[in-house]
Each structure stands twice: as C-alpha cells, then as structure tokens.
C-alpha cells in the first residue's frame, strides 16, 4: 500500500469537487464525511475495496503494521478485507471522502 498524494497539475486545485471527479473516474463511489478530534475507529476490515482521501485534518491509519497520516490531498487504497484502524491526529476535524469501488 502507497500513500498517493494530490497531483495539481493532473487534477486541478485540491477542492471537494475535484477530489470526487477524481475518485469517481477511478471507478469509486463516494461519501463525505467529517470526523471530529479524538475520534478513533478500532480495528476493523471492510468487504469492498475503498480508499481514505483526506480533505482537511490530519488522519492516521494503521494498516498492517504500516502507519500513514493522511493530510489534505492524500489518498491511501484499502483493499477488501484487509484490518486496520484509523484515529484523528491533532484538534482539527477531518473531512474524508470515504470512496468504495463499484462493481
């Protein structure tokens, strides 16, 4: 797994709508979220593959024994079934476009 860092000059300015066009031609389906400080999810595995773009905060997801921090722009595929966990770094809540791919 690789953390995929926002590219402006393929994407376009980091926005919501930008974002979401992007994950959506990726074959995703998206939901946004917004995760106050303190908020933490256990582990935990999901039965789709889906993928954690972050839009503000800072978000860490341990996966496997790697640690990320997602901050604005980030990106980081989680594939079907895989456990990890995930906690809100610092005050500032995290708005996530939590994406599933199609099928």
């Not at 979220?33 to 341990?62: C, M, N, W």
């Amino acid at each position: 797994m690789e953390l995929e860092k926002w590219n402006a000059e393929r994407w376009g300015k980091l926005t919501e709508e930008n974002m979401r066009k992007k994950l959506e031609r990726d074959g995703y389906s998206v939901t946004r979220f917004s995760y106050p400080a303190r908020t933490i999810f256990p582990d935990h595995s999901h039965s789709v593959d889906k993928k954690d773009a972050v839009l503000q905060g800072k978000f860490k997801i341990e996966v496997e024994g790697k640690v990320f921090v997602l901050e604005a722009g980030d990106m980081l595929a989680v594939p079907a079934g895989t456990i990890h966990n995930a906690k809100v770094l610092g005050t500032e809540t995290v708005i996530s476009l939590d994406a599933v791919r199609r099928a």
